[in-house]
């Protein structure tokens, strides 16, 4: 499993229909991508209009490939690119490690 790390900078004032914008693109493009396993968003505390969208896909071609160069992404960046105050930045995580006791990493994490 791969964990996408999105570092999101907002538009000042628009937290709620970002969120909104988030969790609609969630459900109705991502979701339905290849790969796709959950995702939990996360808002700043020292920094309100920053924002850590993560996602978990099986593999790190289901989102680099299958997602990302599908006609779906444009559908997704239309959704929530709007909000963007700059380009967001992405990286990709493999989880080595849990301290729960399921074998999966992300098993016992809340789904957004």
Known sequence: MI????DIHIKADQHAAFE????????????????????QLQRGIESANRYVLLIWWTT???HTVDFRQSPAFADWRAIVGPFFAQPPAVEHFNPLA?????SEPSANLPHA
């Open 20 to 39: 909104s914008a988030v969790h609609h693109g969630v459900q109705t493009v991502i979701a339905h991508a290849k790969g796709y396993r959950h995702y």
């Open 60 to 62: 790190l071609e289901n």
């Open 98 to 102: 849990s301290p729960h006791a399921s």
């Open 3 to 6: 964990l996408e790390v999105v």
